[in-house]
C-alpha cells in the first residue's frame, strides 16, 4: 500500500537524528504505558471500595494511600515524559524540514536542462514547500502524539489479556473494526487525491506563467482571460475534492460515535460477565477507561491519517523529483579537469535526445588554444546543441569531447563548469544586487577585482550611478537595467570568473546597432587569451573569427575564414546573401 511505503520512507529520512528518534520511541513508549496505568489504578480504587466493609480503617487506609501514591507518580512521570517528548519532537521536525528543503534544492539544482525543460519551475517550488511542510508535519505530529498511539494499540492493547482476557478481546475486535473501516476509505480515496493534486499543481503553474509574463498579460490585456483560466482550474479542484471529502465526513461521524459504542460494548459484555462471576467491578471500569483512552487515540490518529492523506501526493511528488536521475552521470572516479591551455577536441561527435533522430552527426573539429571559432548556420542547425555538449549539458550519443587530451566523461562536472565561462543572449542576472550577480562566478573575488572586470567590461562607470553603486538591488531578470547594461555586467561576470574556455551565445542579436558595437568592445576584452566559440546568426559578428564551422541538418559543411567562406561562393556564401538582402530591424535600446 503506497499509503505505508510513502510513510515508512517520511521516516526514513531521519537517520542523522537516529539517536533522537530512538530516545522518542522509548519517551512515547513511557507516555503510552503511564497513560494505560491510569484506567487499572481507576479500577483498583473502586475494586478497593466496593472491598471497604470488609477491610478495617487501618487496611483501607493504608491501600488507599498506596494506590493514590503510586497514582500521582503515574501522573507526574506521564508529565516528564509529554515535556521531553514535545520538546524534542518540535526541535526534530523544524530541524529536518529545513534539511529536506535544502536537500531538494541541492538537488534540482543539478538536474541536468532536460528536466527543467519539462517541469514548470512553479510546480517545483510548490512541490518543494508543499513537500517539505508535509514532512514536518508528519514528523512532528508523530513523534509527538501518533507514536504513543501506535505503540499503546500493538504493545500494550495485547497485554489487557492479562487483566481480563474476555474483555480485552471485546476491546481489541472494536479496535481491529475501527482501523479496518478507516483502512478501506483511504483506499478508496486516494486515487481522487491524487487527481486534486494534479490540479493543484497546474494552479500554481498557471500562477507562476502569468506573473512570471506579467508584461505580456498586461500588453495584451490578457487579465480577465487569465483570471478565468486560474478559476476555471480552481473549480476542477473543488469538483474533485469534494467527494473525497465526503468519504472522510463519514470517518469523522464513525470516530465520534466509536467511543459511544466501545463504552457501551464494554458495559454489556462486562455486565454479563460480572454476573456469572467472570469480571469484578474495577475490571469492568477498568475497560471502559481503555475503551475510552484508545478511540480518543484512534480519533486523533484517523485525524491525523487524514492530514497525511491529503498530504500524500505533495510528499511523493517531492520524494519523485529527488529520485529524478541525472543524464550525464559523473563517474565515482572523476577527476578534476586540468584546463591549462583549453584545447578542444570534437572527434565523430553525434546527438541525439533519448527516441529522437540525430541532432548532430558525426561532428570533428580542433579549437587551438587562444583562438576564436564561430558556429553559424539556420536555426535548428546544431551549433548551439554543440555546444551544450561540451558544457556536457547531454552527452554524445557516439563520439568523445576532449578538453587539453581530457574526455569530459572522465573529469567531475564541477571542474568542467568552472573552466567554462558563457554570454548568454539574454543576460541572466539574478534578483539580488549588482555585486552579487558578479560574484556568481567566483565568490572570493575582491572589491579591486571586481572593479577591474566591470571596467574592462565598460560596467564600471554605469554602475556608479546607481543609487547604492556595487550593492544596488536590479530587479527579477536585471529588470531596472537596460539590455546593453546587463549584457555588459554579464560580461564582467564572465571576465571576473576568467575561464580559459569561453562561449558566446548570440551574446550581441538583442541589442541596436550602436549598444553591439558598445558591448563588442568588451567582448574583444574578454576574448583575449581565450578558446572562444561564437554562436551567432548575425554573420558580421564572427568576421574576424580564427575559423567558421557552417553547420546543416547536424553536419558541418563548410569550415574556413570569413573571406575563404565568401570565395568558395557556397553555404555560408547563401547565408550572407540572404542577411544582406534583409533591412535590419533593431530590437532593443541601451
Known amino acids: 500500500m503506497r499509503f505505508i511505503r510513502v510513510y515508512a520512507r517520511v521516516l526514513g529520512l531521519l537517520g542523522a537524528d537516529r539517536r533522537i528518534a530512538v530516545f522518542l520511541v522509548l519517551a512515547n513508549l513511557a507516555v503510552a504505558g503511564l497513560q494505560f496505568l491510569d484506567p487499572v489504578l481507576f479500577g483498583r480504587v473502586i475494586d478497593l471500595l466496593a472491598r471497604s466493609g470488609d477491610l478495617t480503617s487501618e487496611v483501607l487506609w493504608s491501600q488507599a494511600t498506596a494506590l493514590l501514591g503510586l497514582w500521582a507518580a503515574v501522573g507526574l512521570g506521564g508529565i516528564a515524559a509529554n515535556i521531553a517528548v514535545a520538546l524534542q519532537s518540535e526541535r526534530l521536525a523544524h530541524r529536518n524540514r529545513l534539511l529536506a528543503m535544502s536537500r531538494f534544492f541541492g538537488h534540482v539544482l543539478g538536474l541536468p536542462l532536460s528536466f527543467h525543460g519539462d517541469t514548470h519551475s512553479g510546480r517545483l517550488i510548490k512541490m518543494m514547500v508543499a513537500g517539505s511542510d508535509a514532512l514536518f508535519s508528519l514528523w512532528l505530529t508523530f513523534f509527538r502524539e501518533q507514536l504513543a498511539t501506535f505503540l499503546a494499540v500493538i504493545v500494550l492493547l495485547p497485554l489487557t489479556v492479562l487483566l481480563n482476557w474476555r474483555l480485552a478481546l471485546a476491546l481489541i475486535v472494536l479496535v481491529i473494526v475501527y482501523c479496518v473501516v478507516t483502512l478501506v476509505i483511504i483506499r478508496s480515496t486516494e486515487a481522487a487525491q491524487r487527481r486534486v493534486e494534479t490540479f493543484n499543481s497546474n494552479l500554481a503553474g498557471t500562477a507562476q506563467d502569468a506573473l512570471a509574463n506579467i508584461m505580456v498579460v498586461q500588453s495584451f490585456t490578457r487579465l480577465r482571460a487569465e483570471t478565468r483560466l486560474f478559476g476555471d482550474i480552481a473549480a476542477q479542484v473543488i469538483a474533485h475534492q469534494f467527494p473525497v471529502l465526503n468519504w472522510w465526513a463519514v470517518v469523522n461521524v464513525l470516530t465520534r460515535a466509536a467511543s459511544t459504542v466501545a463504552v457501551i460494548t464494554i458495559v454489556v459484555i462486562g455486565t454479563l460477565l460480572h454476573i456469572v462471576g467472570k469480571a469484578e467491578v474495577g475490571e469492568i471500569v477498568s475497560f471502559m477507561g481503555f475503551a475510552t483512552l484508545l478511540i480518543g487515540r484512534l480519533e486523533s490518529a484517523v485525524s491525523f491519517a487524514s492530514s497525511l492523506f491529503f498530504r500524500l501526493p505533495a510528499m511523493e511528488d517531492f520524494f519523485g523529483v529527488l529520485d529524478a536521475g541525472s543524464s550525464v552521470p559523473e563517474k565515482p572516479d572523476a577527476s578534476e579537469l586540468v584546463a591549462s591551455a583549453g584545447e578542444v577536441v570534437f572527434e565523430d561527435v553525434s546527438f541525439a535526445y533519448p527516441g529522437g533522430p540525430n541532432i548532430l552527426t558525426n561532428v570533428s573539429f580542433t579549437a587551438k588554444p587562444g583562438t ?123 571576465l571576473l570568473k576568467n575561464p580559459p574556455i569561453l562561449i558566446l551565445d548570440e551574446a550581441t542579436s538583442a541589442l541596436d546597432a550602436a549598444t553591439e558595437a558598445r558591448v563588442g568592445r568588451a567582448l574583444r576584452v574578454l576574448m583575449q587569451g581565450r578558446t572562444t566559440f561564437i554562436i551567432a546568426h548575425r554573420l558580421s559578428t564572427v568576421r574576424d573569427a580564427d575559423e567558421i564551422l557552417v553547420f546543416d541538418t547536424g553536419r558541418i559543411v563548410e569550415r574556413g575564414g570569413f573571406g575563404e567562406l565568401l570565395d568558395r561562393n557556397g553555404r555560408f556564401a547563401e547565408l550572407v546573401q540572404t542577411q544582406l538582402a534583409a533591412a535590419p530591424q533593431p530590437q532593443a535600446a541601451d
Not at 553559424?376 to 556536457?392: D, E, I, N, P, W
Not at 552527452?395 to 571542474?415: C, F, H, K, N, Y
Not at 554570454?423 to 556568481?440: T, Y
Open 372 to 494: 576564436a571559432t564561430a558556429l553559424v548556420g539556420q536555426t535548428g542547425a546544431g551549433k548551439s546543441t554543440a555546444m551544450s555538449l561540451l558544457q556536457r549539458l547531454w552527452d554524445p550519443v557516439a563520439g568523445r569531447i576532449l578538453i587539453d587530451g581530457q574526455d569530459l566523461r572522465d573529469v567531475t562536472l564541477e571542474s568542467l563548469r568552472r573552466a567554462i565561462g558563457v554570454v548568454f543572449q539574454e543576460s541572466m542576472l539574478f534578483n539580488r544586487s549588482i555585486r552579487d550577480n558578479l560574484l556568481i562566478g567566483r565568490p572570493e573575488a575582491t572589491q579591486e577585482e571586481l572593479e577591474h572586470a566591470c571596467r574592462q567590461a565598460d560596467a564600471h562607470e554605469f554602475i556608479i550611478r546607481q543609487p547604492r553603486g556595487y550593492d544596488t538591488m536590479i530587479g527579477e531578470r536585471g529588470s531596472t537595467l537596460s539590455g546593453g547594461q546587463r549584457q555588459r555586467l554579464a560580461i564582467a561576470r564572465a
